[in-house]
């Protein structure tokens, strides 16, 4: 299996400017969740979907953060506009209902500067 | 008080020593929980799930957890350089995994 695969890697973009992270769920999984990490907040989940609906937002930090599934197989989040404070690694991740014991498996991160 | 509370470290053992990462966590009808590892620059990795009371080995890792003392400890046996990582304490109340900030461990040759 691919594992989860995220895109870009790096995006460095200008205060104001839209971005958009995109993610590919491993296949079978019905469980996505989009995560940002930073030196001072640690690991905070942002928004998480099952089944493509999303089930929780509410860690997304403010309006100008939206995520949409609209497959099984694609998910985005958009910053729109982005800001300095915005800079941080995004992960997605996604996990398979089973046991009620789901393991998370993560994507490679996107590291996201905005100048 | 943070939902998973975990040392920052960092942790620093000797080659060949055992290391010892301690959590704790505040929600009582927590049911899972996890350690992943992450390498600097990298994503987080699963290395260790457990979902009862006691001790769960797996090579040279053992994940320990007490309901009732709402604590989980990783002991890594025989410590490697390459173990040298940040292990983050992840606990699961319901559908949504709660991550701890994270204990760096240094292994010195």
């Known amino acids: 299996d691919a594992g989860v695969i995220q895109s870009p890697r790096h995006e460095v973009t200008e205060m104001g400017q839209e971005v958009t992270l995109r993610c590919k769920p491993i296949?079978?999984?019905?469980?996505l969740f989009w995560y940002r990490q930073t030196m001072m907040r640690g690991l905070e989940l942002l928004i998480y979907?099952?089944?493509?609906?999303?089930?929780?937002d509410s860690g997304m930090p403010e309006d100008r953060f939206s995520a949409k599934m609209p497959n099984a197989s694609f998910s985005t989040l958009k910053i729109q506009p982005s800001e300095p404070r915005d800079s941080a690694v995004y992960f997605c991740?996604?996990?398979?209902?089973?046991?009620?014991?789901?393991?998370?498996?993560f994507g490679s991160g996107t590291q996201l500067s905005v100048l | 008080q943070k939902e998973v509370e975990q040392n920052s470290g960092p942790l620093s053992v000797p080659e060949g020593a055992i290391a010892s990462l301690n959590c704790t966590y505040s929600?009582?009808?927590?049911?899972?929980f996890f350690w992943y590892r992450q390498y600097s620059g990298k994503s987080p990795e699963l290395i260790m799930s457990?979902?009862?009371?006691g001790d769960k080995e797996d090579g040279r890792f053992t994940a320990q957890l007490n309901k009732a003392s709402q604590y989980v400890s990783l002991l890594i046996r025989d410590s490697q350089p390459s173990d040298s990582a940040t292990y983050l304490c992840?606990?699961?109340?319901?559908?949504?995994?709660?991550f701890g900030g994270g204990t760096r461990l240094m292994v010195k040759p």
């Open positions: 992840a606990v699961k109340p319901a559908n949504m995994l709660t």
């Open positions: 929600d009582r009808v927590s049911q899972s």
């Open positions: 457990i979902y009862s009371n």
């Open positions: 991740a996604s996990s398979k209902t089973g046991t009620g014991k789901e393991k998370l498996f």
């Open positions: 296949s079978g999984h019905d469980y």
């Open positions: 979907f099952n089944n493509n609906v999303p089930i929780d």
